[in-house]
T-cell receptor
Framework: RKEVEQDPGPFNVPEGATVAFNCTYS??????FFWYRQDCRKEPKLLMSVYSSGNEDGRFTAQLNRASQYISLLIRDSKLSDSATYLCVVSGAGSYQLTFGKGTKLSVIP | GAVVSQHPSRVICKSGTSVKIECRSL??????MFWYRQFPKQSLMLMATSNEGSKATYEQGVEKDKFLINHASLTLSTLTVTSAHPEDSSFYIC???????????FGSGTQLSVL
């Protein structure tokens, strides 16, 4: 089983749609969880951290289920500018190292 | 916020030459930095962990003699691709964080093209 798994997509959605991405991780000792956004040929940029209690930032909502080792990202009211690859990222206990999923590509269509 | 600077942003070189990429943390000290490589349409793959004042830790399958890492100060790590070949053409990105389990800040990446 891969350490961090994501559906690669692509997800092609119309503007205004709601889209959800899922991610599973294999290491139950993982401690920190993040969603990064990466535009083509650019560096990944932190979108949001993910907490067990769930967290929301505007149109973006992230959820973590430790029991199922599952992370999700929900984007509401999609904008054209949301088109990018979304990376699920996990770090281990006491470690700086992050493990990246392969990313899910999102294309928001006018 | 924290900023990580990476230079150069793009390099085109002939096969057999060596290329050095610099990664600097601008407003914090980074005892550990990370180097990643990304091939087109693939995920970021960790190449090595750069530790200030000690040897880098390389991931399986990454040749340490080909990808030389030097982390001589708390704010600078360098990656040298020695005797580059066309198959080394890729997007190289460095990253650093202030502390364990904190978010990573990334350099802007270096697109290496070996002719």
């Amino acid at each position: 089983r891969k350490e961090v798994e994501q559906d690669p997509g692509p997800f092609n959605v119309p503007e205004g749609a709601t889209v959800a991405f899922n991610c599973t991780y294999s290491n139950s000792a993982s401690q920190s969880f993040f969603w990064y956004r990466q535009d083509c040929r650019k560096e990944p940029k932190l979108l949001m951290s993910v907490y067990s209690s769930g967290n929301e930032d505007g149109r973006f909502t992230a959820q973590l289920n430790r029991a199922s080792q599952y992370i999700s990202l929900l984007i509401r009211d999609s904008k054209l500018s949301d088109s990018a690859t979304y990376l699920c990222v996990v770090s281990g206990a006491g470690s700086y190292q992050l493990t990246f999923g392969k990313g899910t590509k999102l294309s928001v269509i006018p | 916020g924290a900023v990580v600077s990476q230079h150069p942003s793009r390099v085109i070189c002939k096969s057999g030459t060596s290329v050095k990429i610099e990664c600097r943390s601008l407003d914090f000290q980074a005892t550990t930095m990370f180097w990643y490589r990304q091939f087109p349409k693939q995920s970021l793959m960790l190449m090595a962990t750069s530790n200030e004042g000690s040897k880098a830790t390389y991931e399986q399958g990454v040749e340490k003699d080909k990808f030389l890492i030097n982390h001589a100060s708390l704010t600078l790590s360098t990656l040298t691709v020695t005797s580059a070949h066309p198959e080394d053409s890729s997007f190289y990105i460095c990253s650093a964080s202030r502390a364990t389990n904190e978010k990573l800040f990334f350099g802007s990446g270096t697109q290496l093209s070996v002719l």
